[in-house]
């Protein structure tokens, strides 16, 4: 993902030229978080801090790049929700339907496995026919390992001076043709596998590099095979429950000791991530990550993303906390990327752009949407475990619904003729609509029905631009609160946005460290 930066020159929450308002915000929730660790800050607190704080200096910002709205660019290009961004971040945090998973070969994070414990095995039965896969490329990493314990009828060690990658897993049920199996691509990479197992006696997963180890269950060299570059491991006789540390190495550091390969488990259950020992679940990684999930996508985590999210966080210095300090991996990054992911744009901004373009409603004096009782049944609708096509089909029938609400007809009646039915509904979307001529004529000669020009609306790029500064707010109370915004928070935070809409981490680090938010999950 892109990394995102703070900007030193914002317009203040009330949209004036003055800086010294949201260096006071800026400067006093970062002492906060210093003295208290959390931030126990309501919704609303943009405009409330401001007059009453020392000012501080500009210096703690990255980019002293200034953006101003109206000059240029689309609110979707400030926010970073460009087409190559959205790709980028489609490619990188692997935000997929679960349908999916079995279809592609997951690229572990950079540096998660070069060293011990190694790129933790998500959770999940995997079968003989979708086994769990993963890629990855040994050339240039470190060598953990640089020999093994020899036994039996072997007198000498087992070279594995070769560089290593290291996957850390749990079973909980092997079946009769459990295996793992590393495959290479490479015309002369040979790769030697083998799993080290937690015990007492022997240890477990080594730090540092060069390591002897005697806690092996399996040894397996492809070399041992002329012309093989496969190496097949037996784990159908592995016990459950014992942490085992699964490493792609190579016998020897030469012109065969490293390349590209895949890994595949099969026909066992892998345990799901360790339960959460801290006070409060969600500072745990994978609860804030599952959360993340629940709240914004309705369904939970696929395999791949859930584990991605996880190494990106852990990854991150002092637990993923703070504003600013590591913009590319902290908790904020993370949250906020669900909202600009595909997925959500796919389906949560697409219910809520009905409620902007079909009805008539406002939070104080700018303009909202769909209420929280209404968002959330559309969401579970159109949404969650579905595949594409079930999708598309719950979208047909959730527009063809929305025609027929009471208060959608109170404001375009059917008596309205069809080009009063555009008019009024360009009107209160307050867009000007490029193909409004064709959407009449569509109308007028039965290509489309009023609901399926109702949806080409909202799905129009005018409107998805218009909207997305209202609905990433919105969503803030929606995903973190489980609530409808209160008038002032909703009001300071839409103004805040729309004068600078770079102030979005600023709005996401308030609410994932509200006082509210850290509520719902345990003490605060």
């Known amino acids: 993902m892109q990394t995102h930066t703070s900007n030193s020159n914002r317009l203040d929450v009330i949209g004036s030229n003055s800086k010294s308002d949201q260096e006071i915000f800026h400067s006093t929730l970062k002492r906060w978080g210093e003295k208290l660790g959390y931030y126990s800050m309501v919704a609303a607190v943009p405009a409330v801090l401001a007059s009453t704080l020392p000012a501080a200096p500009a210096a703690e910002a990255e980019n002293p790049k200034t953006t101003i709205p109206g000059r240029g660019e689309r609110l979707s290009e400030k926010l970073n929700l460009t087409v190559s961004k959205r790709a980028l971040l ?77 996957y850390s897993f749990v079973l909980t049920s092997v079946g009769p043709n459990a295996q793992i199996e590393v ?48 190496a097949r491991i037996d784990i159908s006789w592995y016990p459950v429950n014992v942490p085992f540390f699964l490493f792609v190495d190579s016998l020897a550091a030469d012109n065969a ?14 345990a799901p991530v360790r339960p959460c020992a801290n006070a409060n679940p969600i500072d745990c990684y994978e609860t804030f990550v599952r959360q ?13 993303g859930f584990q991605n999210w996880i190494n990106t966080l852990a ?5 993923g906390y703070g504003e600013f300090a590591f913009p590319q991996s902290d908790r904020v990054h993370v949250s ?46 159109i949404g969650g475990q579905n595949s594409p096509a079930q ?39 307050g867009v000007a609509l490029p193909n409004k001529a064709v959407l009449i004529t569509a109308l007028d ?49 839409v103004n805040t946005l729309t004068a600078d809409p770079s102030n979005y981490r600023h709005m996401v680090f308030g609410f994932i460290y509200s006082t509210e938010y850290r509520s719902r999950f345990g003490a605060p």
């Open 90 to 166: 489609k490619r990188q945090s692997e935000f997929r339907l679960p349908h999916q998973n079995s279809s592609f070969a997951v690229v572990p994070t950079a540096g998660g496995v070069d060293d011990c414990p190694g790129w933790v095995i998500p959770g999940g039965n995997y079968t003989v026919a979708a086994p769990f896969t993963v890629s990855g490329d040994t050339t240039g990493a470190n060598n953990t390992v640089n020999s093994l314990a020899g036994y039996y009828y072997f007198f000498g060690d087992y070279g594995a001076s070769g560089p290593d990658h290291v």
């Open 183 to 230: 495959t290479t691509t490479s015309g002369t990479y040979k790769p030697l596998i083998y799993v080290l197992y937690k015990g007492d006696t022997y240890g477990e997963c080594p730090a540092g590099t060069g390591n002897f180890q005697a806690n092996w269950m399996n040894v397996t060299d492809s070399r041992s095979t002329a012309g093989s570059n496969t």
């Open 257 to 270: 000791g490293s390349g590209p390969y895949k890994v595949e488990m099969r026909d066992v259950t892998v």
């Open 292 to 304: 993340q999930y629940l709240d914004f996508f309705d369904r939970e985590p696929d395999a791949v």
């Open 315 to 319: 990854s991150c210095p002092n637990g």
């Open 336 to 381: 906020s990327s669900f909202v600009q992911s595909h997925e959500f744009q796919d389906r949560g901004y697409w219910l809520l752009r009905f409620g902007y373009v079909g009805l008539n409603r406002s939070i104080g004096a700018v303009r909202s949407s769909l209420t929280y009782g209404e968002f959330i049944p559309g969401l579970q609708q």
């Open 391 to 429: 999708e598309e089909a719950a979208k047909v029938v959730y527009t063809n619904a929305f025609v027929q609400r009471p208060d959608f007809l109170a404001l375009f009646p059917n008596s309205m003729s069809n080009s009063q039915y555009v008019d009024a509904l360009e009107s209160n979307a």
């Open 445 to 493: 000669t039965a290509a489309m029905t009023r609901a399926q020009v109702l949806r080409a609306i909202v799905e129009s790029q005018v409107v998805f631009d218009k909207y997305i500064i209202p609905s990433f707010v919105d969503m803030e109370y929606k995903g973190y609160l489980r609530r409808d915004p209160d008038t002032i928070g909703y009001q300071n935070w």
